[in-house]
Every structure is written in C-alpha cells, then in structure tokens.
C-alpha cells in the first residue's frame, strides 16, 4: 500500500547510456513532482506535472524527459547520461498545499 | 522569489537536551512552511506544516515550530532529543498558486550523543 513507489531503488549505469525512472501513486493526487537531491544533500525541484500537463520546467538539460502517461504515473528519462547526473531522484505527489508525499529515492550512479 | 535559509548545517545535542533547529524564509506572499525528516537512505518525511492559521505547530515525534512573520522564521524544537531523531532536517517553502512548487533549505544534519 505504499503511497508513492519509484523503480528502481538503486540504478548503476555507464557514462552515455539512457535509463529510465518510473514513479507511480496511489493517492489520488493531481500534482506529481521530480526532485534531486546532489551528493551535498540540496533538493531541487526538476519538473512537475499537474494532472498529465507539464506545469514547472527548472532550468533542466534537454537530455532529461519527463513523461506522464496519467495522473497517477509520472517517468523520468534521461539521456546520455553523465557523471554530474549521479544523485538520488525523488519523486512526489500533493494535492495542493497540504505538504507532498515523497518517494524513497532511486540513487543513480553514472561511472 | 521564495528562498530558505537553514542556519547551521550541522547541530550536535545530548540525549534529553532541547533541539532547536533554524530556518529563515523569504516569500513575496504570505508563505506556507515545511519541516521534512531525512533519515539515512530514506525519502522525506512530513514533520509538520504551517499554512494558516495558529502559528505554533505541532507536529510528529514531539516536534513543533512557530511561524513568526515579523522574523520571517520557522523554527522548528523539541524539548527533549532522542537517539532516533537523529536524521536530516531539512525546512521548505512554498508560495502556493498553480503549482504549489516547494523550495527547500540546504538541510541541518542533527547528531544525538548519547
């Protein structure tokens, strides 16, 4: 029953290759989130998508895609992926202002 | 534009000692204020949450902030610390409107000695 799942949890990966994240919520919340959070810890808001449409674009590379079948799945693709794309990916959910509910993070490692 | 300014990256307290962890926010409209938890190779967790309303909010685990307007802060304490409450904490902000977009501080790494 958990509310927010994301696959997969850890994802290890060569220097150029594409992957993909897939987050997916039982909430019944409109509004999905991608958050990132580097090796120093800082959170920071990537996209988010408000029942399937694309609401916030944060100054992200091309190479980053994201995708929302529905409201209750939004996938993160990446691209030629690089070393400065290691970090843990968050993805959550809100209905309004009454406080997101996040995902358990993938950690991607690019070597 | 919002911002959030956690003062002190690390705090260090005895077991049963008060916790006071720092934040300072900057908002063009009156803001809504998180505190979330981080524990070691988990995701975030809601401690509490001011939108409106009392401005002294009490939240999970003994935890409690006070909005206070005048000192554009979120302060967020607990009386007595535990073994467990040690994680990162990390305080956000949003402005609301269409996309309800949540702006965090760089985190305060909490350690509890016992």
């Known amino acids: 029953d958990t509310a927010v799942s994301q696959t997969p949890k850890y994802l290890v990966t060569q220097m150029g290759n594409d992957k993909s994240i897939k987050c997916e919520q039982n909430l019944g919340h409109d509004t999905m989130y991608w958050y990132k959070q580097d090796s120093k810890k800082f959170l920071k808001i990537m996209f988010s998508?408000?029942?399937?449409?694309?609401?916030i674009n944060e100054t992200v590379p091309n190479r980053f895609s994201p995708k929302s079948p529905d409201k209750a799945h939004l996938n993160l693709h990446i691209n030629s992926l690089e070393l400065g794309d290691s970090a843990v990916y968050f993805c959550?959910?809100?209905?309004?202002?009454?406080?997101?509910?996040f995902g358990s993070g993938t950690r991607l490692t690019v070597v | 534009a919002q911002s959030v300014t956690q003062l002190g990256s690390h705090v260090s307290v005895s077991e049963g000692a008060l916790v006071l962890l720092r934040c300072n926010y900057s908002?063009?409209?009156?803001?809504?204020l998180f505190w979330y938890v981080q524990y070691p190779n988990q995701g975030l967790q809601l401690l509490l949450k001011y939108t409106t309303g009392a401005t002294l909010v009490k939240g999970i685990n003994g935890f409690e902030a006070e909005f206070k307007k005048s000192e554009t802060s979120f302060h967020l304490t607990k009386p007595s610390a535990h073994m467990s409450d040690a994680a990162e904490y990390f305080c956000a902000v949003s402005e609301g409107g269409s996309n309800y977009k949540l702006t965090f501080g760089k985190g305060t790494l909490l350690t509890v000695n016992p």
């Open positions: 908002s063009s409209v009156p803001p809504y």
């Open positions: 998508y408000n029942n399937k449409e694309l609401i």
């Open positions: 959550a959910s809100t209905v309004g202002t009454y406080g997101y509910t």
